[in-house]
């Protein structure tokens, strides 16, 4: 796949994983761009993709040229007069094709270490939503904590009106006060998770730990779910990474078979010559220029022959660490739809249930009207509600994180 499609492919994927939270997904696809811009940990794969990518400049090379000079302290004698010296130049040349073969596997490995940063920025968008999803899920619970707080109270002042006129015990006074104690305490624990989550969520946007981190903090469930395709499954990046493996490997044994020919060398000899003085033949103290043409064959091949072996090997190893993914993502996916579909057979039920026990406690206030009421059961009661919001609150989370996953693996 070319980068640019990769490229459409990756801000689709962001698009869908937004779009889950509708009116507020602007503040999170902020918060994502700044992440992607900032992390560490992409700059680091940018990096090796660059890497990577130079390595195809790099292939594109000869042998060393190799000139050498030599000098006869005993000048032997010729023909024409005494050899003084020898210079020599040689160039070897790879077999045809080769530095196009080199230039091939080095693409196609610059094609994986692409697919590696593909895969980086997913991770870092599932990382930063999921992460966001919680502190939204915090923060909406530190609100009906707080609400639950304030109906306390009220509930309070009304057993203290009870008391005066003895309609009441001072021991439903003390528990109300009591439950309330509890919901601080609980409030503060939740305000106290919140801080550990923002610095998780700072730290993943590369900035301070301690800076605010605005969110959502009346999350809704989705009114409908968007079709799963199981198929996109099988193009995840994660899997086409070891195509691109694959194809590597490929390159490099046509590599090594280039390698295995004979190299070719091109070279060039001088050497210069003293004019005899005793006599005076043709071509006295002529030089001697003789070009020279070097074959290198490989005639002891095990080295290539292993290498062909071990990529052999090494396909096969791809091939069923594909399979192996392949599983491990399928299993990833079955079990965040089931999830998924679980938070909102939750999610209704829950709802359900805080109706009944909102009726319930509209009973009990029209009790108190006509002058009776059980404070027992007004906690009770409150009990119930809280759990049920807490519950719901954490059900749309379930479901806002699990979605993340399944576009994660689905987009």
């Known amino acids: 796949m070319k980068k640019g499609k990769i490229h459409i492919k990756f801000v689709l994927f962001l698009g869908i994983c937004l779009s889950a939270l509708n ?147 001072a021991v439903s006074v003390l528990r109300l006060q009591i439950r309330q104690n509890e919901l601080e305490q609980s409030k503060e624990v939740l305000q106290q998770q919140f801080l550990a989550e923002q610095a998780v969520f700072n730290n993943l946007l590369n900035r301070e730990s301690d800076m605010t981190v605005v969110v959502v903090s009346e999350p809704k469930m989705p009114l409908g779910t968007e079709m799963i395709s199981e198929e996109n499954l099988k193009v995840h990046p994660e899997l086409t990474k070891y195509d691109k493996l694959y194809e590597s490997v490929s390159k490099s044994e046509l590599l090594n078979k280039k390698e295995s020919s004979p190299m070719i060398g091109f070279g060039l000899d001088y050497i210069p010559v003293s004019e005899r003085t005793d006599m005076n033949p043709i071509d006295n103290g002529k030089d001697i220029l003789m070009p020279m043409v070097t074959l290198s064959i490989p005639i002891f091949n095990n080295k290539y022959k292993s290498q062909t072996k071990q990529n052999q090997l090494k396909q096969q190893e791809i091939t069923s660490q594909k399979e192996e993914r392949l599983n491990a993502l399928q299993t990833m996916l079955s079990k965040a739809i089931y999830d998924r579909n679980s938070a909102r057979i939750s999610y209704d039920t829950q709802s359900k249930n805080l109706k009944q026990a909102k009726d319930a406690e509209e009973i009990l206030i029209k009790n108190y009207e006509t002058g009776t009421i059980d404070f027992n059961d007004v906690l009770d009661i409150q009990e119930l509600q809280l759990k049920f919001q807490i519950n719901q609150i954490e059900s749309v989370k379930t479901y806002y994180v699990q979605s993340t996953i399944i576009n994660y693996l689905t987009n």
Not at 41 to 60: H, M, P
Not at 76 to 99: D, Y
Not at 112 to 137: D, F, G, H, P, T
Not at 161 to 168: I, Q, R
């Open 23 to 169: 009116s507020y997904s602007q503040d999170l696809k902020t918060y994502i761009d700044e992440a992607i811009a900032n992390s560490p940990e992409i700059q680091k794969v940018q990096f090796q993709y660059g890497i990577a990518a130079e390595k195809v400049n790099e292939a594109n090379w000869l042998p060393n040229t190799e000139v050498s000079a030599g000098y006869f302290v005993s000048e032997p004698e010729t023909r024409v007069g005494a050899q003084r010296a020898r210079f020599s130049l040689k160039q070897m040349i790879p077999w045809f094709g080769t530095i196009t073969a080199r230039e091939n596997y080095m693409n196609s490995m610059a094609a994986a270490q692409y697919e590696e940063l593909v895969i980086a920025k997913r991770k870092l968008v599932l990382s930063v939503s999921q992460s966001y999803y919680n502190l939204m899920a915090n923060k909406a619970k530190q609100e009906v904590l707080e609400k639950n707080v304030q109906l306390l109270e009220t509930y309070e002042r009304l057993a203290l009106t009870s008391l005066e006129v003895g309609k009441a015990s």
